[in-house]
């Protein structure tokens, strides 16, 4: 029993943590939402016994990709002023359409479990050795590797164009070009 109560609260904290990442106006509060509903699916996968897995979020994504955007946030000095104003109609129809079609998705969802006998199947699948480290190595140095290292490239480009950023926008402010 205790451990449907961790599910649905660490789930609903998931959840809220990523609605409240997309609505925020300062970046920086939006990435600390963004924390928090990585910590909570932290918990959930450790639920599954995938402690690997869950590891892997909280030092990886939560202690080194999120600590680079706030780096790289606080370097472009970017704050929600700059993005008040820029509400059009297209986006506001889009905000509206995909929150219609992720409620739909959170029903379609709720009915499944309604049916115990589906989420019986589910488990029943799962490998023995789900989210451990011999698996997640093997995926991700053999068939994930370069999806794996473009990623690091593309993370690597994005630091240094905020350092150049930043640079010639100091440089302008300083009066030279």
Known sequence: MLEVVIFYLSALIAIGGAV??????NPVASVLYLIVSLAA?????IQLSALFVGALLIIVYAGAILVLFLFVIMLLNLRGEHFEGQDQKV??????????LFFIELVIIVRQLAIPARTDIVSAQTATDFG????????LYTKYLFPFELTSVLLLVAVVGAVVMARREKSEKQGGV
């Open 132 to 139: 451990g480290v011999e698996p997640v190595a093997e995926l």
């Open 20 to 25: 409240l990442m997309i609505a925020q106006r």
């Open 41 to 45: 699916q932290a918990v959930l996968y």
């Open 91 to 100: 986006g506001r129809i889009t905000k509206y359409v995909l929150s219609g």
